[in-house]
């Protein structure tokens, strides 16, 4: 039995992490800012779990967590997520996502702590050159949220080469299942479908991006997790294709029949701020040859069985 830290772990990726690392019989010391109803339903329900609200960006909080009892590893899950919350919030998101890191990392040099994964992001690579990135693709983020993931890559570097600490950054993409808690596609469409209300998007039809399922999420963080040795620090997570908006819609409407799903043709947005809209950069697929070489990933989800799984889930714990 390992122990594990993961922070952010009342959050989406967190907590299906959690959930995953108790299954196999790990012990895990789930920290964040809010423990969250679905949390201690965990921890009640299992000894193994011991729930922790506290804030990351409290450095002395943090150095005195990982002092109490030091974990074999760290999935390090905490941030401020999303392009649309990283410009609302630039300041909340650097002292997050940054000093957080910073954090984090101070209290594992302190107690000897030396594994760490964390969750970056497709969003360091800015606007895809190509229809696949690899991860020597450019890094040029455009907004606060990337900017912030490639500030914690190149941090935990210089961890890496003075501290020793290893850590395996894996670049997700557009991360959805049962749980996402933004309303963002496709929980929007799945929502809208199963209500039986029609939705429209005015534009984004074009948009063509990477959706990694949850459980293949998990997946690629375990297998991070759990490799001795890593010859890099940076590995895509995905599904390895990039369907359109325009097509996971049509793709909803036939898993629901009834649905009415449309998607206007033009640049998508994530929203906007003081009424400025904040579009998407050009996206694509990830190339993951490095991901299935060296940790065995290989992706079980398409979009169709992606969204099929999400469909039925969403449906069982409406009905239940």
């Given at each position: 039995?390992?122990?594990?830290?993961?922070?952010?772990?009342?959050?989406?990726?967190?907590?299906?992490?959690?959930?995953?690392?108790?299954?196999?019989?790990?012990?895990?010391?789930?920290?964040?800012?809010?423990?969250?109803?679905?949390?201690?339903?965990?921890?009640?329900?299992?000894?193994?779990?011991?729930?922790?609200?506290?804030?990351?960006?409290?450095?002395?909080?943090?150095?005195?967590?990982?002092?109490?009892?030091?974990?074999?590893?760290?999935?390090?899950?905490?941030?401020?997520?999303?392009?649309?919350?990283?410009?609302?919030?630039?300041?909340?998101?650097?002292?997050?996502?940054?000093?957080?890191?910073?954090?984090?990392?101070?209290?594992?040099?302190?107690?000897?702590?030396?594994?760490?994964?964390?969750?970056?992001?497709?969003?360091?690579?800015?606007?895809?050159?190509?229809?696949?990135?690899?991860?020597?693709?450019?890094?040029?983020?455009?907004?606060?949220?990337?900017?912030?993931?490639?500030?914690?890559?190149?941090?935990?570097?210089?961890?890496?080469?003075?501290h020793g600490i290893t850590t395996a950054h894996?670049?997700?993409?557009?991360?959805?299942?049962?749980?996402?808690?933004?309303?963002?596609?496709?929980?929007?469409?799945?929502?809208?479908?199963?209500?039986?209300?029609?939705?429209?998007?005015?534009?984004?039809?074009?948009?063509?991006?990477?959706?990694?399922?949850?459980?293949?999420?998990?997946?690629?963080?375990?297998?991070?997790?759990?490799?001795?040795?890593?010859?890099?620090?940076?590995?895509?997570?995905?599904?390895?294709?990039?369907?359109?908006?325009?097509?996971?819609?049509?793709?909803?409407?036939?898993?629901?029949?009834?649905?009415?799903?449309?998607?206007?043709?033009?640049?998508?947005?994530?929203?906007?701020?003081?009424?400025?809209?904040?579009?998407?950069?050009?996206?694509?697929?990830?190339?993951?040859?490095?991901?299935?070489?060296?940790?065995?990933?290989?992706?079980?989800?398409?979009?169709?069985?992606?969204?099929?799984?999400?469909?039925?889930?969403?449906?069982?714990?409406?009905?239940?």
């Amino acid at each position: 039995m390992a122990h594990i830290l993961v922070t952010g772990a009342a959050g989406f990726i967190g907590l299906a992490v959690t959930r995953a690392l108790v299954a196999r019989g790990d012990r895990v010391s789930a920290l964040d800012v809010e423990i969250g109803p679905a949390l201690a339903a965990l921890a009640a329900r299992h000894r193994s779990v011991r729930a922790l609200a506290g804030e990351i960006a409290d450095g002395a909080a943090v150095a005195a967590l990982v002092g109490a009892d030091p974990p074999d590893g760290v999935i390090h899950c905490a941030a401020i997520v999303g392009v649309i919350h990283s410009v609302r919030a630039p300041a909340r998101t650097m002292r997050v996502n940054v000093e957080g890191s910073i954090n984090l990392l101070e209290a594992m040099r302190l107690h000897g702590v030396w594994r760490m994964v964390h969750i970056s992001s497709e969003e360091v690579y800015g606007a895809f050159r190509g229809p696949v990135a690899d991860e020597d693709h450019p890094q040029s983020p455009v907004g606060p949220y990337g900017v912030s993931k490639l500030a914690v890559e190149h941090l935990a570097r210089f961890y890496r080469a003075r501290h020793g600490i290893t850590t395996a950054h894996l670049r997700t993409s557009w991360v959805y299942g049962p749980g996402l808690p933004r309303a963002r596609v496709p929980k929007i469409f799945i929502d809208a479908a199963l209500d039986g209300r029609p939705l429209h998007l005015a534009a984004g039809a074009e948009l063509a991006v990477d959706h990694t399922y949850i459980d293949d999420a998990v997946d690629g963080v375990l297998r991070a997790l759990d490799l001795p040795v890593h010859p890099f620090d940076a590995y895509n997570i995905g599904s390895g294709a990039a369907p359109r908006l325009d097509e996971m819609a049509a793709i909803v409407c036939d898993l629901v029949p009834g649905a009415e799903l449309t998607v206007g043709p033009g640049p998508y947005d994530h929203g906007s701020v003081e009424g400025v809209p904040i579009p998407s950069v050009p996206k694509g697929a990830l190339d993951l040859r490095r991901a299935r070489e060296v940790l065995g990933y290989v992706p079980r989800f398409d979009i169709r069985r992606g969204l099929a799984d999400y469909i039925a889930r969403e449906r069982a714990a409406r009905s239940g």
